[in-house]
Nanobody, 124 residues
Framework: QVQLVESGGGLVQAGGSLRLSCAAS????????MGWFRQAPGKERDFLAT????????YYASSVKGRFTISRDNAKNTVYLQMNSLKPEDTAVYYC?????????????????WGQGTQVTVSS
């Protein structure tokens, strides 16, 4: 069982930045692929970014590539999402997720555990 707790969301003006954190419980964090997703009201949950066990490999959705950066600190059991140049259309609830076993994936159904989400609101 893995528990995930996201933090760092909030209200920011367009063009601003936020860094989301996701703290994971359990001893197997370093053996799991991690991902970030978001869901706006009335829309499906969308893939944003994923990172391999070691952090050496990452993959991004085209909508955020170049603006968002995923990273992880296995010593702290934490994955991050640095978000720059935020736009009003980035407004959503942001979720982190764990995928067991390893291997990058973009489909929400490939992930096994989810956090409760953190709200990000970008004002124009």
């Amino acid at each position: 069982q893995v528990q995930l707790v996201e933090s760092g969301g909030g209200l920011v003006q367009a063009g601003g930045s936020l860094r989301l954190s996701c703290a994971a419980s359990g001893r197997s964090f370093s053996r799991n692929t991690m991902g970030w997703f978001r869901q706006a009201p009335g829309k499906e949950r969308d893939f944003l970014a994923t990172i391999s066990m070691s952090g050496a490999n990452t993959y991004y959705a085209s909508s955020v590539k170049g603006r968002f950066t995923i990273s992880r600190d296995n010593a702290k059991n934490t994955v991050y999402l640095q978000m720059n140049s935020l736009k009003p259309e980035d407004t959503a609830v942001y979720y982190c997720a764990v995928k067991q076993p390893s291997g990058l994936a973009t489909m929400p159904s490939a992930y096994d555990y989810w956090g409760q989400g953190t709200q990000v609101t970008v004002s124009s």
